[in-house]
């Protein structure tokens, strides 16, 4: 269960130029990203070819088709992303990959071109959580000193974490059902949003007034960190079907927003609360798909404000799957030189914790591994 990295040579001293590949879900992305000694990070290229049009008829994403797509862009977007560098290949340092968690049809797409190129050019290869990948996301748009407080809220996890380094995580909280940016899609579906679902609700609620409607809130009782949007979800999905108005269905839309905003802000200020009182260096970090929605973003930093904390989140253009961000955490891997074994194999489930997640697992591991 242990991630598949062996010792390189030892630690990086000059700059590093690392390709990245990202090919989780339905994006297929690459970039090129120069690291430098002190942690600066300079995205040089970022390329993403996004599926949605395959994907909108289906109203989300079908595996078979995204995988097929990985398969038939992955050489065109690479290219791209090194000429737009301009490099050249021998310019680079290493090659980083998303090796999991994901749709491990699409993951082992990027995983062997990222291999293919290793081998092909003498390159190591780092293979990368890409969970890990949101969580250091935010240092591309300036400074970010470890340790910080992590909210890694995105279409497939939700969850609160101590963020020491790359490698260095320690879970404090996850969802124990649905992850927010799923409710969003499955709300927004149900109010016949389309696909994606969570920026079509964004813009509906601009116009709404969610003060008509009266939505559950979650695991009140309960003193811990964790997450629920199951309830959230389905009496959401219930309303919309008896919304006769756009009016209605914008008012809804607001009601969601509004909602799932505050019970992210909710535990995160009691995550903040516990951290604060171990380390005196408070950032809170927000980073995945919905650190773009607006009101998320305002809703938390807000609470970051009320607790004494500098609140960060990536540029918009790294919240939602990219490769830079895959390419920053290579890069500070071979920086620490640490590299992956040509073989290393492709995980549908990959925890940041794998320790807490086998030790305490809030889901049933299954064939595929530990999921959060």
Known sequence: MAADYSSGPGR????????????????????????????????????????????????????????RSHVEMIAGVAGRAMEEAGLGWDGLDGVAATAGPGLVGGVMVG????????????????????????????????????PFLLLLVSGGHCQL??????????????????????????????????????????????GGDGARFDLPRALLGRKDCDFSFSGLKTAASRLAAA???????????????????????????RAMKAYAATHPHRLFVVAGGVAANRTVRSTLEAT???????????????????????????????????????DVAARPRWPLDERRAIDEPVHKAGRKGAKA
Request: with cysteine; proline share 4%.
């Open 111 to 146: 995983l062997g071109f990222g291999k293919a190129v290793a081998l092909a050019r003498g390159l190591p290869l780092v293979a990368v959580n890409h969970l890990e990948g949101h969580a250091v996301s935010a240092r591309l748009g300036g400074p970010a000193a470890y």
């Open 12 to 67: 990086a001293t000059g700059p590093l130029a690392v390709l990245g590949l990202e090919t989780s879900c339905d994006e297929t992305a690459a970039a090129v990203v120069r690291l430098s000694p002190d942690g600066r990070a300079e995205v040089l290229s970022s390329v993403v070819h996004s599926q949605i049009d395959d994907h909108a008829a289906y109203g989300g994403v079908v595996p078979e088709i995204a995988a």
């Open 243 to 269: 919304c006769a108005t756009e009016q209605d269905r914008a008012d809804l839309a607001d009601a969601v927003q509004t909602a799932i905003a505050r019970q992210l802000a909710e535990r995160s200020d």
């Open 304 to 342: 970051a404000a009320r607790n004494g904390f500098e609140f960060m989140a990536p540029p918009l253009a790294y919240c939602t799957d990219n490769a830079a961000m895959i390419a920053l955490a290579g890069a500070e891997r071979l920086q620490k030189g640490w590299i992956s074994d040509i």
């Open 161 to 206: 974490l101590e963020v020491r380094g790359v490698g260095d995580m320690s879970r404090l909280g996850t969802t124990i059902d649905d992850a927010a940016g799923e409710a969003f899609d499955k709300i927004a579906k149900a109010l016949g949003l389309g696909y994606p679902g969570g920026p079509a609700l964004e813009r509906l609620a601009a």
